[in-house]
């Protein structure tokens, strides 16, 4: 007993001081990286690194909504973050975001002039764009044999038990919007109520609503429809040659992650160099291959081998991108979707 | 007899039940694909990929080193305290037990964002030490929840006699009542240790930059799909606690033999 | 004895680690608008008796009390069985029980996915064995499977705790006189466990009313349950006073079903002490 107690005693002294001395290694400048789980080649950051002999603590979220509330409560500071475009728009607003000086992130010319100025960010003041994807439906051409070309199928009675939807308000909703020819940033109630009871209609054929497990369930053949992004159906489609993707005729939405960086970021320099850094073609390129999502670099999407430069899945034609939507913060809508969203998961 | 037959049946099923997933983590930890969808072929690069990738090493370190901590911190602070409030009487000792289990009975958010409110409102720095704190509050009342059956059960007169014979308090403290709450002291150090290692919600919200654990890691993964370098990880974590546990065990049996004893 | 007085440095620290958040909260719950404004109102709490909302705790707390009833079922004979064993054993398989639950929990959650699905590893073997594959995932039976996974070890440590040091010479005395065994699990064993079932009860119970991830991984997100409610109050709407309210009131609503809870125990003072 006398022994358990010492050596306890012991592990306790040995962990507090190696972990204070973990964080007291700071001889080269840290830069704080707060981005999504898995959503950067790890080389890439070492080689950032080497190249500026730096310390890169790479810090990771699961939602925009986390890691919003995480900046906002101040306490602690990061120096670059990757926010989609919604979530953006509203740090903007509150003043959680510096200006970017641009003069400091040349490889800026490298992006797509479709990807900047954009509604959530005019200007690029704030935001430099990082990765970019759409939402549509995915399906298993042995399971189904209608024509897949509108959300409607979705709603088809013959695939009861077999379609997947998104366990995510707006995602849901938004589709629900889309295929009844509103707009998915609508405020109007009207619109909004006839969604949610079009949503209501569905779910006795709903299977599941799911997160990422979407991936896993369509590989296994375990539904035959689902909605999923752009960049997960490359992933899946590699996995299983029965799966294909469709950009639905009444429109989708697009989404972007952009880098930012946050008002009370202690490195700012440091931050613009690693944002220029992640936009050279070569890196952006690499960065892109590991993540299998769609970049906004046009330089980088050169460097792309041609099967996935003209992947229609991953780099659509324009005309499929006619209809799409970037979703706008709701603000105070929030809680009205928050409202409708309980009363379509309440149904039984 | 065949009742032995059935005890064991029985305990061997749930042990299938609790360990089915964790065979299939490890099977998938050997898949040459990034999907749980289907099986491609075996490959160790998963392995290969695990000692390349620092920020899951370092989030590793983090989490064994804050369970072990918030364990070891949270029996000794729990046992203390359960010992004083069972010596407690009245409403005194009733609102102190209500209060102990709010943080058993709270959703993790609203432990997290209560928590952090507080740091900021202290306007403490978020770092090691709040994701520490945070972890011992609500690692405490499970130990003290542990114990206090032990308390009760325990013959309450045994420290008074102690005393009555000759021991300081700290003696019959020692020698007499922590002796014989030993596997509820015990069980509320597993327990501690076993929520602070999965800990997501508290630790995300209560951290500072730098500071990280594995279930963070892993939920911030869930959006892109979970690496598989995960369940590389996961597999060589539980070999090496079962080939600890194997280990304990025979030493354990070896030294009572030693002693003359029957295993 | 002078051993309450050990009980006042934690006294503290829940002051300053529970009482003042609690304290916090509570304050959420009673305003609106900027917490400095002081702007206090009861619609927060108005807002909750709605039937959509009172839905959402009822069906929690049945999901939670159908969890907690299994759990207490499947666990008691695992607790005992493993405390008859021989002390060396006995360690050794507590940790076997409990190892489980150090792997990640999402990751043991999504391995379910591939046991349970329509082509997954159980359906396999049914259909191996020549029978028609089940409808084993996304519905009830799922989460309750996944909720007694998660919860077992906690129902099953507490019990064995107490099981473990059951005086024998009260079992053989007992013998002796000529009970059978039933006679002895009912009179004797089951009894003296009782503090043991209670706080197995409480570990489980409580927070198996908030939990939701287990029902969104394994229900297919098909239910609304509490604990998603709060969270997406506090996370996504962005309406910490809501949430704050919605916390209180599961606070309360479980304080209570724990002490009629706790009127079962017949012994002199309550076990775990509630109310």
Same mark, same amino acid.
Request: net charge negative.
């Given at each position: 007993m006398r022994r358990g107690l010492k050596i306890t005693l012991l592990i306790l002294l040995i962990s507090a001081i190696s972990f204070t001395a973990i964080g007291c290694n700071d001889d080269k400048p840290t830069l704080n990286v707060y981005n999504?789980?898995?959503?950067?080649?790890p080389d890439v950051i070492k080689d950032f690194e080497e190249e500026f002999n730096v310390k890169v603590n790479y810090n990771t979220f699961a939602t925009n909504e986390d890691m919003y509330v995480s900046i906002a409560k101040g306490g602690t500071s990061y120096d670059v973050a990757f926010p989609s475009d919604y979530m953006i728009e509203r740090m903007i607003n509150e003043g959680l975001l510096a200006e970017i000086n641009k003069d400091n992130i040349p490889n800026m010319k490298n992006i797509g002039e479709e990807y900047l100025d954009l509604d959530f960010d005019p200007g690029n003041k704030y935001s430099v764009p990082y990765m970019w994807g759409t939402l549509g439906i995915i399906y298993n051409k042995t399971m189904v044999d209608d024509v897949v070309d509108s959300w409607d199928i979705l709603w088809n009675e013959k695939y009861k038990g077999q379609i997947l939807m998104l366990d995510s308000q707006r995602d849901s909703i938004g589709v629900s919007l889309k295929r009844l020819g509103?707009?998915? #940033?609508?405020?109007?109630m009207n619109e909004l109520e006839e969604a949610k009871n079009e949503l209501i209609k569905q779910k006795p054929l709903v299977y599941a609503y799911v997160g990422d497990d979407v991936k896993q369930l369509m590989v296994a053949e375990e539904a035959a429809l689902a909605v999923v992004w752009a960049g997960d159906a490359v992933a899946m489609i590699r996995e299983n040659e029965n799966l294909e993707y469709v950009y639905p005729k009444e429109g989708t939405n697009i989404w972007f992650d952009n880098m930012v960086i946050p008002?009370?970021?202690? #490195?700012k320099e440091l931050a613009e160099e690693f944002i220029n850094f992640l936009n050279r073609p070569d890196i952006a390129a690499r960065n892109v291959e590991y993540i299998g999502y769609s970049t906004p670099n046009v330089e980088a999407q050169k460097l792309l081998p041609e099967e996935i430069r003209n992947s229609q899945v991953a780099y659509p034609s324009k005309e499929k991108l006619e209809d799409t939507e970037i979703f706008v913060d709701m603000k105070d809508m929030l809680s009205i979707y928050d409202e409708l969203w309980m009363e379509i998961k309440a149904e039984r | 007899m065949v009742s032995r037959i059935i005890k064991k049946m029985y305990l061997w099923l749930m042990l299938l039940f609790l360990y089915a997933p964790i065979i299939v983590l490890i099977v998938f930890s050997f898949n040459d694909s990034r999907s749980r969808g289907k099986w491609n072929g075996f490959t160790l690069r998963w392995y290969a990929e695990l000692f390349k990738d620092s920020n899951v090493l370092k989030a590793l370190y983090y989490t064994i080193g804050i369970a072990l901590l918030s364990a070891i911190i949270s029996t000794i602070i729990g046992t203390f305290a359960a010992i004083g409030i069972h010596g407690l009487n009245g409403i005194g000792k009733k609102v102190i037990l209500n209060l102990n289990y709010l943080p058993v009975l709270n959703p993790d958010i609203v432990t997290a964002v209560s928590l952090m409110t507080l740091y900021k409102f202290v306007g403490i720095e978020f770092g090691f030490i709040t994701m520490l704190l945070s972890h011992v509050t609500f690692c405490v009342p499970y130990v003290i929840l542990s114990i206090l059956p032990k308390l009760k059960q325990m013959n309450n007169h045994l420290a008074e006699a102690a005393m009555d014979l000759g021991a300081t308090p700290m003696y019959a403290l020692r020698k007499v009542v922590i002796p014989e709450i030993m596997p509820g002291i015990f069980t509320g150090a597993l327990i501690a240790f076993t929520l602070s290692i999965d800990d997501f919600v508290i630790s995300f919200f209560n951290k500072g930059a730098g500071v990280t654990n594995l279930s963070i890691e892993i939920y911030s993964m869930a959006r892109r799909g979970i690496n598989p370098v995960i369940n590389a990880l996961t597999t060589l974590m539980f070999v090496v606690l079962i080939v600890m546990l194997i280990y304990i065990n025979r030493k354990q049996e070896k030294s009572i033999k030693k002693k003359g004893g029957v295993i | 004895m002078k051993m309450k007085a050990l009980s006042y440095p934690y006294v503290v620290w829940i002051a300053v680690f529970i009482v003042v958040p609690l304290a916090l909260v509570l304050l959420y719950s009673l305003?609106?608008? @900027?917490?400095?404004?002081?702007?206090?109102?009861l619609n927060n709490f108005k807002k909750f008796l709605d039937p959509r909302y009172l839905d959402v705790l009822w069906i929690s707390v049945k999901l939670a009390l159908e969890s907690t009833a299994l759990t207490l079922i499947l666990g008691y004979p695992i607790a005992l069985i493993i405390a008859k064993e021989k002390p060396s054993k006995r360690n050794t398989m507590i940790f076997l029980f409990v190892i489980p639950m150090w792997m990640n929990f999402l990751l043991r959650t999504y391995a379910w996915l591939t046991l349970l699905g329509k082509n997954g590893v159980i359906n396999s073997i049914i259909e191996f064995l020549g029978f028609k594959p089940l409808n084993l995932l996304y519905n009830d039976g799922a989460v309750l499977l996944g909720m007694i996974y998660n919860f077992l070890p906690f129902m099953v440590l507490p019990i064995y705790s107490v099981l473990v040091k059951i005086d024998n010479s009260l079992i053989e005395s007992a013998e002796d006189l000529g009970a059978n065994r039933f006679q002895i699990f009912t009179k004797i064993i089951l009894p003296l466990s009782i503090p043991g079932v209670i706080t197995g009860i409480t570990m489980v119970f409580m927070p198996a009313v908030s939990t939701f991830v287990i029902s969104r991984l394994l229900g297919g997100g098909q239910y609304m349950l509490i604990g998603n409610l709060i969270e997406q109050q506090f996370?996504?709407?962005? @309406?910490w006073h809501f949430g704050s309210a919605i916390s209180i009131i599961m606070m309360i609503f479980i304080l209570i079903t724990m002490a009629v809870t706790s009127k079962f125990d017949t012994q002199k003072e309550g076990s775990g002490g509630l109310w």
């Open positions: 999504w789980g898995d959503y950067i080649d509103y707009s998915m #940033n609508t405020r109007d008002k009370n970021a202690k #490195n | - | 305003t609106y608008g @900027d917490l400095s404004g002081m702007n206090f109102t996370l996504w709407v962005g @309406d």
